[in-house]
């Protein structure tokens, strides 16, 4: 019997959508809690080709809702851990580790070279780059979050609104799951339907999911969803770079402490604060504004840009 003949029997997958799923190529950006459901979901479905990507370590802090690791994985690369766990399941795929992080600098060639994208970081930096390529790329983006006893997945990109158009202003909250606390059933529910999601879309499923959001409430065990289709993009917004992709010509705000950085995020960097800048005679260069996690430079952004001449950029350190 055919590994795939119980998915096959669906008038939804048949032949047709089997050889379709054997074809995609997916990049799945994080290899951490929401991925511990989605890679062997998808792996097991038979998508052709998976690229995880991870720069991290497998840490026994984390097992708790990382379920695709074990103990013994402590200390490996996250990227290469999960990818042995899914040439394990499933043999007539192939699957690519990128022991490496998502940056503005790697994404554009990533997703180019994929059909498919998952974003199942734990960080809205990467979140935004992921959003800003798939969209001038027209790739579909499966996005989730979760955090504490809550979480969210929908579909941008590839023809439907980006995450910009949903979430158009900087997350009131920088917490994460390492800050503020997460329970793994959240996190295997929401990576569960990001990877049914992820389905629907390559097997062309009527409603299609991109331009769909769902929210669970674990506590409660509700869920609600809603439709954005028509979510028009913000006119403007700060993108997300990297530190390579900085210059000589540019002005760069560490806007970190020595206590949190003892090192500035560049050699061409200057500590300052949005007071510090209001005073700046140089308004007309590209600002560059750098924090840990993107948020606080967010923000900062906010606060000067209408007295700012020249462009505004962000820089996270997680990204970088």
Not at 246 to 256: H, K, M, N, S, V
Request: proline share 6%.
């Amino acid at each position: 019997m055919s590994r795939y003949a119980r998915q096959m029997i669906l008038p939804e997958v048949g032949r047709a959508g089997q050889a379709r799923l054997s074809g995609v190529r997916a990049l799945v950006v994080g290899a951490g809690g929401l991925a511990a459901p989605v890679l062997p979901l998808l792996a097991g479905a038979g998508v052709g080709h998976l690229t995880i990507m991870d720069p991290d370590e497998v840490a026994i802090s984390n097992l708790h809702r990382q379920t695709l690791f074990t103990e013994s994985d402590c200390g490996c690369a996250k990227a290469g851990a999960a990818a042995e766990r899914c040439r394990a399941m499933n043999g007539e795929i192939t699957v690519v580790a990128e022991n490496q992080a998502l940056t503005n600098k790697n994404v554009h060639k990533l997703v180019a070279e994929s059909d498919i994208i998952l974003d199942c970081a734990d960080s809205y930096a990467a979140s935004y780059i992921l959003s800003d390529t798939c969209f001038v790329q027209r790739k579909p983006l499966i996005s989730a979050s979760v955090l504490g006893l809550s979480g969210y997945v929908g579909g941008f990109c590839g023809g439907a609104p980006s995450l910009r158009a949903v979430f158009p202003d900087a997350p009131d909250s920088g917490a994460s799951c390492a800050s503020a606390g997460v329970l793994g059933p959240v996190v295997g529910m929401i990576g569960a339907m990001q990877a049914q999601m992820t389905l629907c879309v390559i097997l062309d499923m009527d409603p299609s999911p991109l331009g769909q959001m769902v929210q669970l409430d674990a506590r409660t065990l509700r869920s609600s969803n809603f439709r954005f289709d028509g979510a028009p993009e913000p006119a403007q917004h700060f993108p997300f770079l990297s530190v390579s992709q900085l210059t000589a010509d540019d002005l760069i705000i560490e806007l970190r402490s020595p206590s949190e950085s003892p090192e500035p995020i560049h050699l061409n960097a200057r500590r300052g604060s949005v007071d510090s800048l209001k005073t700046e005679p140089n308004k007309g260069k590209r600002l560059a504004l750098c924090c840990a996690t993107g948020r606080r430079a967010w923000r900062a952004a906010e606060q000067i840009q209408p007295d700012w001449t020249g462009e505004i950029v962000l820089i996270a350190a997680s990204t970088s």
